[in-house]
């Protein structure tokens, strides 16, 4: 029976899987049909990106499952009338890119590098950086992200600090979970990247109180989610000092209001939401395999627990 798989990515984003995923569902031996348009009861699969106009799945009453494109699920994990198991998107090509955003900004910030691209009075700074090895990095968040881009650092030599909900071991990380685990990570952190979800349990995290506990200076990442950030506190903290720079891809309000102080504070560097993004080729590779599994009756890759939120 040929499966009815609904693509519902956002349209401006199927130039690039018209290709890619049909090869890739051929390729894991699927014998289905992908469109955009199908009727709900019809439907044995949905592709999904919140960015899109379905918001109701109650019509999809034979679905098996909801493949999402994003690696967060915050905009649709509440959402009751979806029933059917959901997945998050775990992309090569999505940790290759956080891993190279992460490591371009950590070394960006580690280096100094401001000081020489912007120095319009041409002044002779000899200020050698110190090495890695004396500049110790924490991570929130050690999911498929937060490790590759532990990992990378710690190849580069940096002492890298991890902290997750549950107790992890990785070789060459510093690995701390639970609130003593935060003050304990937070207390040494040079640089501090975020790669938390946003959950319930995760909004406003980085608060005032737990920006006072960062060393004087600290500078943040956040590619994972604004909403991680009270950005009161945050500006508090950059106005003060105690912040010296942070450097944000996520906000509460995307695009970034061109009203909202971040865009002109010396102290932060805006990027649109770019750290990274799933790449059609690897995921397309991703959701086949979903489905193959799915029609096999073995467990789904990357299924989201809906009540951790993530
Ligand atoms: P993931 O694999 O689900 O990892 C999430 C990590 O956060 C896990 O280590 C988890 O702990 C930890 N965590 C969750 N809730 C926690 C809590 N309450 N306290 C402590 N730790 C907690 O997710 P991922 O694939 O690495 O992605 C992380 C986030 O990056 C996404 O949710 C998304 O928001 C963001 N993102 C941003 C971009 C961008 O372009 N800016 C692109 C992709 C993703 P456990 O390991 O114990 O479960």
Redesign the pocket.
């Known amino acids: 029976m040929t499966l009815k798989i609904l693509y519902a990515g956002g349209d401006n984003r199927w130039p690039d899987y018209a290709r890619p995923l049909p090869a890739a569902i051929e390729a894991a031996g699927l014998d289905a049909e992908i469109a955009d348009d199908f009727a709900p009861g019809d439907v044995d699969y949905i592709v999904y990106a919140p960015n899109n106009d379905l918001t109701d799945f109650s019509p999809y009453t034979k679905a098996k499952a909801v493949l999402g494109l994003w690696?967060?699920v915050e905009q649709i994990v509440t959402n009751k009338t979806l029933t059917q198991p959901l997945t998050r998107m775990?992309d090569s090509g999505?940790t290759e890119g956080?891993v190279e955003w992460v490591t371009g900004h950590v070394l960006r910030h580690h280096l100094g590098m401001d000081a020489h691209i912007v120095n319009p009075d041409h002044e002779w700074r000899f200020s050698p950086p110190p090495l890695a090895r004396h500049r110790p990095v924490t991570i929130l968040?050690?999911?498929?992200?937060?490790t590759a881009c532990a990992q990378a650092l710690a190849a580069l030599n940096f002492p890298v600090t991890g902290?997750?909900?549950?107790q992890?071991r990785i070789d060459g990380i510093t690995c701390l979970a639970g609130e003593d685990g935060l003050a304990e990570a937070l207390s040494t952190a040079q640089i501090l990247v975020l790669?938390?979800?946003?959950?319930p349990?995760?909004e406003n995290l980085l608060n005032a109180t737990r920006l006072a506990e960062l060393p004087e200076g600290a500078v943040i990442l956040n590619?994972?989610?604004g909403p991680l950030i009270d950005d009161d506190a945050l500006l508090a903290g950059l106005d003060s000092g105690h912040i010296g720079h942070a450097t944000l891809?996520?906000f509460r309000v995307e695009p970034l209001p061109q009203d909202h102080r971040y865009w002109s504070h010396p102290r932060v560097t805006v990027t649109p939401?770019?750290?990274?993004?799933t790449r059609a080729e690897t995921a397309s590779e991703v959701i086949a395999e979903n489905i193959r599994r799915s029609e096999a009756g073995e467990p789904l890759l990357f299924r989201v627990d809906r009540t951790a939120g993530?």
């Open positions: 690696a967060g775990v999505l956080m968040g050690l999911g498929e992200l937060g902290w997750s909900r549950s992890k790669l938390l979800p946003q959950t349990a995760t590619p994972g989610r891809d996520t939401h770019i750290a990274s993004e993530y």
